[in-house]
Structures are given as C-alpha cells and as structure tokens.
C-alpha cells in the first residue's frame, strides 16, 4: 500500500485482557513510531524503532506496555492486563530516516470496558 | 519541560472566512515545527515544516510563520472551505532526539 496502515481499525476489550495492534509502515522506511492519543488531546509519544531495534522506548506509561519490530517492518504494540484508562487512538508513523517526515496510520481506536 | 501550547482551543468560522491559529512552545534546543491537519477519525497528515532560520511557508491556502526568538508560530488560512474542518496540531521537534512534542491542536469548523 502507498501508506501507513494498521490493524485493527477498532478494538473493544474487557478489563484485565491482552491486546495487540498492528502497524505496517510504508516499504523502505526504517524508523517507526507510536502514539497514543487521548480524546481532544494531542498525539503522545509512547517509543520509537530505528530498524529492529527500540532507539527510545520513554514513553511506554509502564510495563504492561511493549513493542517489537522483528525484521524491522511490521510492528506489534503489546498491552497486557488492560485497564480501563488504556481506553485510546493508537497512532503508528513511520518516516524513511529519523530526520524524515512522519506519516502516520489511521490510528488504532481501542476501548477498555 | 518541553511544551506546545496552541489557541483557540476551539473555533467556529463561516465558510470563505480567513482564520489563523497560535502556537506558542518551549522546546530546547529547537529543531523545527510542523503543522499537521488530522481529520476526525485520522491519522495526521503534515502541511508545513519550518526551521530555525525559516519564517514562513505556504501551502496552497496554508501560511504558517515562525518567529524563532518569541518561540511563537501561528498557521493562517486562507478563504476557508468546509473540508478545512478538522484539528491542525502543532508540532515541534526538539533537537538531537527522536520524538516529536504534539500540542493539544485546535479543532476548527467551518460552517456553509
């Protein structure tokens, strides 16, 4: 495809469950971001992958939350033991280089009961 | 700490009218801004990229200035039209790392 795209579009879940959501970014970049984004609020950063490899993981709230990105394309944002306040847009941008534009996916909506 | 604050929070404008939003940030050292137009239930898209030595950029209807000393940047629209209605992000990347720092943004609507 000619952008970023992610999986799946919505995700209900209840309280306590595993998640995972899906990232592809667009062919040849090789930095990937995430986001989360609350309601009415800008996107947050939550870590970052240069190739492989998480260059900055800062932003994961805690360890229930975790990334990978085994061939350095497609990536995997990991949420264990939902909570309700997890409730968010997960957003996934990719750039050619760390200093390139980010363009981003539709986003993730994921809602915790 | 490294913020991005942006105002109006939110507004209303009629069709064909002009606008302009405000972006004011501490972020240190400043690497550039971005402007980015997120509609409802998308991901961002970027409109303008500026650096330190730049002072404005145009995009079709879109001028976004930068004023590196007062660390103040404001997006202005031009004869706005109803596809316009959408959130516009202001967005700064600080230099030597990674991340970008995302203000809350400004949801605009324009209205026929």
């Excluded at chain 1, 971001?33 to 994961?60: C, H, N, V």
């Excluded at chain 1, 990978?68 to 990719?94: F, H, M, N, W």
Aim: proline share 4%; with cysteine; charged share 20%.
């Amino acid at each position: 495809g000619a952008g970023v795209s992610q999986t799946p579009s919505n995700k209900v879940t209840e309280k306590g469950k595993y998640v995972e959501l899906r990232c592809d970014p667009i062919s040849g970049h090789t930095a990937l971001y995430w986001y989360r984004q609350s309601l009415g609020q800008g996107p947050e950063f939550l870590i970052y992958f240069q190739g492989t490899g998480a260059a900055d993981d800062s932003g994961l709230p805690n360890d229930r939350f975790f990334a990978v990105r085994p061939e350095g394309s497609v990536s995997t944002l990991k949420i264990q033991r939902t909570e309700r306040g997890d409730s968010a847009v997960y957003l996934c941008a990719s750039s050619l280089g760390q200093q390139e534009t980010q363009y981003f996916g539709p986003g993730t909506r994921l809602l915790v009961l | 700490k490294n913020q991005v604050e942006q105002s109006p929070q939110s507004l209303i404008i009629l069709e064909g009218k002009n606008c302009t939003l405000q972006c004011n940030y501490t972020v240190s050292p400043f690497s550039n801004l971005r402007w980015y137009k997120q509609d409802t239930g998308r991901g961002p898209v970027s409109l303008t990229i500026m650096t330190f030595s730049e002072n404005t950029k145009s995009n079709g209807r879109y001028t976004a200035t930068l004023d590196a000393d007062t660390k103040q940047s404001s997006l202005h629209i031009t004869a706005s039209q109803l596809s316009d209605s959408a959130s516009y992000i202001c967005v700064v990347k600080a230099g030597g790392y990674n991340k970008l720092i995302f203000g809350a943004g400004t949801r605009l609507a324009v209205h026929p």
